[in-house]
């Protein structure tokens, strides 16, 4: 049975930092990509992050140089720094594993495994 389990959310101030982990079982996969969505209250789940297993990144742009993805193979765990965190950051965030290399990076339709999410509170 595959899990996807994530740590590190909780409340922060504006302008702080948090770091989410994902640690996998179950499944390897450290052969395809890994990634980290958000969703807020009444809204859509969001792309927030994913990377490749060579290690090729790519963000969305609200979140591009102020939040770091980055894996261990070797644990199966892909990891999301946050820096200079706002209010709008505020959501549940996700984990997300799929075991194909091809497809959009950006879409929850593409992902067959999710964790169950953490909170990330950003105050103002």
């Known amino acids: 049975q595959v899990q996807l389990v994530e740590s590190g959310g909780g409340l922060v101030q504006a302008g702080g930092s948090l770091r989410l982990s994902c640690a996998a079982s179950?499944?390897?996969?450290?052969?395809?990509?890994m990634g980290w969505f958000r969703q807020a209250p009444g809204k859509e789940r969001d792309f927030v992050a994913a990377?490749?297993?060579?290690?090729?990144?790519v963000y969305a742009d609200s979140v591009k140089g102020r939040f770091t993805i980055s894996r261990d193979n070797a644990k199966n765990t892909v990891n999301l720094q946050m820096n200079s965190l706002k209010p709008e950051d505020t959501a549940v965030y996700y984990c997300?594993?799929?075991?194909?290399?091809?497809?959009?990076?950006?879409?929850?339709?593409?992902?067959?495994?999710w964790g169950q999410g953490t909170q990330v509170t950003v105050s103002s």
């Open positions: 179950g499944h390897t996969f450290s052969n395809y990509p």
């Open positions: 997300a594993a799929r075991t194909d290399n091809s497809g959009s990076y950006y879409y929850t339709q593409y992902y067959n495994y």
């Open positions: 990377i490749r297993w060579s290690g090729y990144t």
